[in-house]
């Protein structure tokens, strides 16, 4: 296994045993909680501090003036103990402790510099009206309602089959009061940040279950029906199939949705226009998949494009083992794993150069708004602007 977790490289096996001559080759890993893996803690936070003592106990003492967790040495081998420091407190404390630039937001260095990020500032993972979502997402609420509720994801489903408008200008200031070391909104007023039950209250995703990852087992495990389901080799091979058809290496969101939905049209646009329904895509292959497999395949539609949104617009073959899961009736912990990709994503913009154009990266956008909606609903008005005099003190 190397240093990304990746153990080898395989063709998807076809019905039989063997394993295809031709198409694209699946890095394969294995789920966390199977790695065993010793880290070393040389990189320690900043309120920890290490310790060489014998054997021994560690004590808890929350009214410590120095150290809330204390190592108790005893007679035997030396270990590495790590205690937790002093937390400060202290009215001036930030002149002893200096804090680096990284924990201040975007929005501090660009006031410092007089700098600003100009108006090529674009951002994907909205969710935006595309042909055949709304069609295919009401055929799946109807066909599979009790097995959505059961998994606990039917109104995060039901929230993403229209688009959602939002101004430009809010999540701009969102992004500059950003603090990426605390993962918290720096306001005039104190901090604040997104929550779990944020996402959950209004996102619709779920907290609890089986914790959400994405990898993709060897063709050996993929076999072993005790396992994984069957579903997930199923969703492999169309998807190797898909790539040697189109001449990719990946399957795109549009051409994922092509093959999977085979019912009309309906909707031409989310408004009330005189938009035209674009001429119906014929599929490429044959619609051969079981009735589980229809809604993982459309649950891999909804993560990818919906939850955990990529630039690149693509179906991540990682995605299939959590979606089949979902497809099963089990509740798996979305929630979390939205949340830190919402900070890992933000910090990206507020760690950036100042003066530059932020990076390309795409965000589970409505589950931005979900933790948003509450910080900024009062900052809004009805002409879509933003009065940052709102926001924070300049």
Same mark, same amino acid.
């Given at each position: 296994?190397?240093?990304?977790?990746?153990?080898?490289?395989?063709?998807?096996?076809?019905?039989?045993?063997?394993?295809?001559?031709?198409?694209?080759?699946?890095?394969?890993?294995?789920?966390?909680?199977?790695? +065993?893996?010793?880290?070393?803690?040389?990189?320690?936070? %900043?309120?920890? =501090?290490?310790?060489?003592?014998?054997?021994?106990?560690?004590?808890?003492?929350?009214?410590?003036?120095?150290?809330?967790?204390?190592?108790?040495?005893?007679?035997?081998?030396?270990?590495?103990?790590?205690?937790?420091?002093?937390?400060?407190?202290?009215?001036?404390?930030?002149? !002893?402790?200096?804090?680096?630039?990284?924990?201040?937001?975007?929005?501090?260095?660009?006031?410092?510099?007089?700098?600003?990020?100009?108006?090529?500032?674009?951002?994907?993972?909205?969710?935006?009206? /595309?042909?055949?979502?709304?069609?295919?997402?009401? =055929?799946?609420?109807? %066909?599979?309602?009790?097995?959505?509720? !059961?998994?606990?994801?039917?109104?995060? *489903?039901? *929230?993403?089959?229209?688009?959602?408008?939002?101004? +430009?200008?809010?999540?701009?200031? #969102?992004?500059?009061?950003?603090?990426?070391?605390?993962? %918290?909104?720096?306001?005039?007023?104190?901090?604040? $940040?997104?929550?779990?039950?944020? &996402?959950?209250?209004?996102?619709?995703?779920?907290?609890?279950?089986?914790?959400?990852?994405?990898?993709?087992? %060897?063709?050996?495990?993929?076999?072993?029906?005790?396992?994984?389901?069957?579903? *997930?080799?199923?969703?492999?091979?169309?998807? $190797?199939?898909?790539?040697?058809?189109? /001449?990719?290496?990946?399957?795109?969101?549009?051409?994922?949705?092509?093959?999977?939905?085979?019912?009309?049209?309906?909707?031409?646009?989310?408004?009330?226009?005189?938009?035209?329904?674009?001429?119906?895509?014929?599929?490429?292959?044959?619609?051969?998949? $079981?009735?589980?497999? !229809?809604?993982?395949? #459309? &649950?891999?539609?909804?993560?990818?494009?919906?939850?955990?949104?990529?630039?690149?617009?693509?179906?991540?073959?990682?995605?299939?083992?959590?979606?089949?899961?979902?497809?099963?009736?089990?509740?798996?912990?979305?929630?979390? =794993?939205?949340?830190?990709?919402?900070?890992?994503?933000?910090?990206?913009?507020?760690?950036?150069?100042?003066?530059?154009?932020?990076?390309?990266?795409?965000?589970?956008?409505?589950?931005?708004?979900?933790?948003?909606?509450?910080? #900024?609903?009062?900052?809004?008005?009805?002409?879509?602007?933003?009065?940052?005099?709102?926001?924070?003190? *300049?």
């Amino acid at each position: 296994m190397n240093p990304h977790g990746e153990l080898c490289t395989e063709r998807v096996p076809g019905k039989g045993e063997r394993v295809a001559k031709n198409g694209r080759e699946y890095k394969r890993s294995l789920p966390l909680s199977s790695i +065993k893996l010793t880290m070393s803690l040389e990189s320690r936070p %900043t309120w920890a =501090t290490r310790a060489s003592v014998r054997s021994g106990i560690l004590r808890f003492d929350p009214h410590a003036e120095d150290e809330v967790i204390k190592s108790c040495p005893s007679y035997g081998n030396v270990f590495q103990a790590y205690t937790l420091e002093k937390v400060n407190n202290a009215e001036h404390g930030d002149d !002893k402790m200096l804090v680096g630039m990284n924990f201040y937001p975007a929005l501090h260095r660009m006031l410092q510099s007089k700098q600003e990020w100009g108006h090529d500032f674009k951002f994907r993972g909205r969710s935006i009206f /595309g042909f055949g979502v709304l069609e295919w997402t009401e =055929t799946i609420l109807e %066909t599979f309602k009790d097995t959505l509720y !059961k998994a606990g994801i039917y109104g995060a *489903v039901a *929230v993403s089959r229209y688009p959602y408008e939002s101004s +430009k200008n809010v999540w701009r200031a #969102f992004c500059e009061l950003w603090g990426p070391l605390s993962n %918290t909104l720096h306001f005039a007023d104190g901090e604040m $940040s997104i929550s779990l039950s944020d &996402l959950q209250a209004i996102g619709g995703l779920p907290i609890s279950g089986v914790p959400y990852e994405e990898f993709l087992p %060897t063709n050996k495990d993929l076999r072993n029906k005790d396992l994984y389901p069957p579903t *997930v080799l199923e969703l492999l091979q169309i998807h $190797s199939a898909l790539c040697i058809e189109y /001449g990719y290496d990946a399957i795109y969101w549009d051409q994922w949705l092509t093959h999977f939905f085979r019912g009309e049209l309906i909707y031409a646009s989310p408004g009330e226009g005189k938009a035209v329904l674009p001429k119906p895509r014929t599929p490429r292959l044959p619609l051969r998949i $079981s009735e589980e497999g !229809k809604l993982a395949a #459309f &649950l891999v539609f909804w993560l990818c494009r919906f939850v955990l949104p990529a630039w690149d617009k693509t179906i991540r073959p990682e995605a299939f083992h959590m979606a089949c899961l979902m497809a099963k009736g089990v509740k798996v912990s979305i929630a979390p =794993t939205t949340l830190g990709y919402i900070y890992h994503r933000l910090g990206e913009i507020a760690s950036y150069p100042v003066g530059d154009v932020p990076p390309k990266c795409a965000y589970p956008y409505i589950m931005y708004l979900a933790g948003s909606g509450n910080i #900024f609903h009062s900052c809004v008005n009805d002409e879509r602007t933003v009065s940052f005099q709102q926001i924070i003190r *300049v």
